[in-house]
């Protein structure tokens, strides 16, 4: 399960992770807000349709859609990785389905965490991506789904780094017992299930990133390919995921090494065993030898 802590809410700055506390610029009636909200749980994204109510519901592989019938865009995407964007929705709204959703997924460590972005529309206009907000001719189904899975991703990443974070605390706790100690605190089966949660950590952060995965529409249409990937760099995705797997991958080197040295001071102790033993077995040889020679 992921974890972390709550990062900004819905009324604080305009933009992804990968900037750095912008002025919020006026939303004028041509631009649409977008939130996206990482939770700590997946989703089994059919058990959560019914909360959409009387919206136009429609899955593609792993998300679904909602499409509020209104003269405005009004949208919610929901990706099973746990996260969930909303676009076009009021503060009302966008609580209603927050709370309906975490009623329905059961209990969360806390309240999920949140990114906002700015989609304007400017008709004619080439496609840009910009610190605060994406500038699209036209806010087309295709365009928004691809904004939503980069933001979703965005918002889940602070859920890993959160994730990472505390193995890595768990882990300093461990190398200063080896070195106050001399010796590899705790169990062995327990070193080997904290290695196995890093891993499952780092295969949670590629399933999430599809890093591998473009979404179809990219390979479709030249202008949705480049908002994926301009959106992709300003939020800087796959920086913060190398740096990431970097620290998961030092993490468990680590642990692999510490798991090779509890097994060491195993075998140690089970060669001692065995001299013992077998010292035992000789001197035992000896005194049966010893009383024979008495009695005669």
């Not at 989703?43 to 859609?65: P, Q, T």
């Not at 295709?142 to 605390?169: F, G, R, T």
């Not at 290695?195 to 179809?216: R, V, W, Y």
């Amino acid at each position: 399960m992921r974890t972390g802590k709550v990062d900004a809410s819905p009324s604080a700055k305009v933009g992804g992770s990968g900037g750095g506390g912008a002025a919020v610029t006026p939303v004028e009636a041509n631009t649409l807000h977008v939130y996206a909200h990482a939770y700590a749980t997946t989703f089994r994204l059919r058990d959560l349709a019914a909360v959409f109510g009387d919206a136009m519901v429609e899955h593609d592989k792993d998300c679904l859609v909602a499409r509020f019938s209104t003269e405005t865009t009004r949208l919610a995407v929901l990706f099973d990785f746990g996260s969930l964007v909303l676009i076009g929705l009021s503060k009302d709204e966008r609580e209603r389905l927050i709370a309906a959703i975490g009623s329905r997924i059961g209990p969360e460590p806390h309240p999920p965490l949140t990114e906002d972005f700015l989609v304007e529309v400017r008709p004619g206009a080439p496609v840009e991506v910009q610190f605060d907000r994406v500038i699209l001719s036209e806010a087309s189904l295709p365009a928004l789904k691809v904004i939503s899975l980069v933001l979703a991703q965005s918002a889940a990443m602070d859920y890993y780094d959160e994730d990472v974070h505390e193995i890595q605390q768990r882990t300093n706790v461990i190398t200063r017992a080896l070195q106050l100690d001399g010796r590899v605190p705790g169990r062995l089966d327990s070193l080997v299930k904290f290695i196995g949660s890093c891993i499952e950590t780092k295969n949670g952060m590629i399933a999430t990133l599809a890093l591998f995965d473009k979404p179809d529409s990219t390979w479709e249409d030249q202008q949705i390919d480049r908002l994926y990937g301009g959106l992709r760099i300003e939020l800087e995705i796959d920086d913060r995921f190398r740096a990431l797997e970097a620290k998961l991958r030092m993490i468990q080197e680590n642990l692999v090494l510490l798991a090779d040295l509890y097994h060491s001071r195993s075998t140690w102790r089970l060669e001692l065993t065995v001299v013992l033993l077998i010292l035992f077995e000789i001197l035992l040889n000896l005194w049966n030898l010893f009383r024979g020679g008495t009695h005669a």
